[in-house]
C-alpha cells in the first residue's frame, strides 16, 4: 500500500474546471474527520440540498447526519448543520424526499457501533425546506433494517420506499452475505407501510427505483458479490418484480445512484469497475473497529457456511474508483455514454481517516435541474463530500 495522503480543502466555493463545457467542482464544508454517503434534493426554488454522515469513523457512534445547502445563483456551499445526534448509535445512510404536499422528509439508519444488523430507521420533516426541522421519530424499528436511496412517488400516489435488510446467521457476525431487498409502499402520505419482497435479490442491495416513460419501474442495484450492478423491473406499482439479473455494467460492492432526466433519458453513477483480479480482501466492512472477539468470529466463520448456493461471498475491499457518469437512451438496456469524473486508485481496503489512508470515490448521488444541469455529490477519499455540476452534453463529449 502506497503512504500516499492528502488533504482536502473543503471550503464550499465552486470553481469552473477548464475543459470547454461546463463543469463546476466544490467540496461541501465539513469539521468532521470522516464525510460519507452523500444524498442530493433540488429544492423548487432552484436551491440545493446535500445530506451525508459524518464523525470519526462509519460504525462509531460518533456519527451523524449533516446538511448543507447551495441557494439558487449563490457559489459557495453553506456550513454544515447536524441534524441528529444518538450519542448510542452511528447514524448514517441519510435520504432527503420532497412530498407532495412540500414537506421535507430526512431519513437515515441508526445502529448501535460496528452492528449494521441492529439498524433502525429514523426520520425528521421540516416545513420550511430544511431551515428547521421537527423532532426525530422512529419509523421502521425491526434491527437490521437499512436505506440508500430515496422515496419515489407512484402514478398512483403511492409513495415507495426501497430498503434491505442486514442479515446474521446465529453465532456470526454481519458481513453482507445473506443480505436481501424489499420494498415499502405508503399509501396514506408515509404513516402506515406495506412490504413487497424482491425475489431472489440476495446479495443486491441498494436498490435504486426511477419511473420509465412507459410506466415500468426500473431497479438497479449495487452488488455484494462486487461482479455486475442488477436490474430488476415491475409493472404493477411496485407490487411485484422481476428476479434481478446481472446488467452489462461492474459494480464493486459499493453504492451507485441513477436518476431520469427532463428528456427521458437516465443518467447513472458508479464505480466503472469490479472485483475481477482483486487480490486485497477485507473481512467485512468494519473490520478496523471489531473488538478481538467479533474479529475472531469473523475469521473462523469466513469460509464456512454464509457462503450462498452459487458459493459466493461478500467481497470487501475492491478499490472504488473511477467514479464514473453513463448515458441510456433506451430505458436502461444500454449505456453506451461513459465519463469518468474522477480517477485514482481507489484503495479502500481502510476506513481510516484520521491518518488519510482510504482513497475511495464512492456513494454518489445525481439529480437533474430544471434547467438541465445534472448535479452529482460523492465521498472523496473519505475526507470530504465532492460536489460537481455538469451537463449532458459534457458526459457525452
Not at 420532497?98 to 421540516?126: F, M
Not at 456470526?172 to 424482491?198: L, R
Not at 473511477?322 to 453506451?336: F, K, L, Y
Request: overall charge negative; aromatic content about 10%.
Amino acid at each position: 500500500m502506497s503512504n500516499q495522503s492528502t488533504t482536502i480543502v473543503a471550503d464550499g466555493k465552486l470553481k469552473m474546471c477548464l475543459d470547454g463545457l461546463e463543469h463546476v467542482e466544490a467540496y461541501i464544508p465539513s469539521d468532521c474527520i470522516q464525510n460519507h454517503a452523500s444524498n442530493l434534493l433540488v429544492l423548487d426554488n432552484g436551491d440545493l440540498l446535500c445530506t451525508w454522515f459524518g464523525g470519526t469513523q462509519e460504525g462509531i457512534a460518533d456519527i451523524h447526519i449533516y446538511l448543507s445547502r447551495l441557494k439558487k445563483g449563490q457559489k459557495e456551499w453553506s456550513k454544515a448543520v447536524k441534524l441528529s445526534d444518538d450519542p448510542a448509535r452511528s447514524e448514517q445512510n441519510p435520504i432527503l424526499f420532497r412530498a407532495p404536499d412540500n414537506k421535507l422528509w430526512l431519513l437515515y439508519t441508526a445502529q448501535k457501533s460496528g452492528n449494521q444488523d441492529t439498524a433502525i430507521v429514523r426520520y425528521r420533516i421540516s416545513e420550511d425546506e430544511g431551515y428547521s426541522w421537527g423532532p426525530i421519530e422512529t419509523l421502521f424499528d425491526q434491527p437490521g433494517t437499512f436505506i440508500r436511496q430515496p422515496i419515489v412517488v407512484l402514478d398512483n400516489g403511492d409513495w415507495l420506499l426501497p430498503v434491505f435488510y442486514c442479515i446474521t446467521p446465529p453465532g456470526q457476525k454481519w458481513t453482507g452475505n445473506k443480505d436481501i431487498s424489499a420494498v415499502k409502499i405508503s399509501k396514506d402520505q408515509g404513516e402506515s407501510w406495506e412490504e413487497y419482497k424482491v425475489p431472489n435479490s440476495l446479495g443486491c442491495v441498494h436498490m435504486n427505483i426511477e419511473k420509465l416513460d412507459d410506466g415500468t419501474l426500473l431497479a438497479l442495484f449495487r452488488s455484494r458479490w462486487a461482479d455486475h450492478i442488477y436490474s430488476s423491473r415491475s409493472t404493477d406499482y411496485g407490487k411485484t418484480w422481476s428476479e434481478p439479473i446481472p446488467t452489462q455494467l461492474p459494480n464493486n460492492n459499493s453504492s451507485i445512484q441513477f436518476t431520469k432526466l427532463n428528456n427521458g433519458h437516465l443518467v447513472l453513477v458508479f464505480n466503472n469497475m469490479n472485483a475481477d483480479n482483486c487480490t486485497e480482501r477485507r473481512l467485512s466492512l468494519y473490520d478496523e473497529i471489531e473488538d478481538e472477539e467479533d474479529t475472531d468470529i469473523l475469521s473462523a466463520n469466513q469460509d464456512t457456511p454464509e457462503k450462498d448456493d452459487e458459493g459466493r461471498q461478500a467481497f470487501w475491499g475492491a478499490p472504488r474508483a473511477p467514479m464514473t457518469v453513463a448515458i441510456s437512451e433506451d430505458g436502461g438496456r444500454t449505456w453506451p455514454y461513459k465519463k469518468d469524473i474522477e480517477i485514482g486508485d481507489g484503495y479502500a481496503m481502510t476506513n481510516n481517516s484520521k491518518e488519510k489512508l482510504n482513497r475511495e470515490y464512492s456513494y454518489p448521488s445525481i439529480k437533474q435541474s430544471a434547467d438541465g444541469k445534472i448535479h452529482i455529490a460523492f465521498t472523496y477519499f473519505r475526507q470530504a463530500i465532492k460536489y460537481v455540476c455538469v451537463s449532458e452534453e459534457f458526459i457525452k463529449s
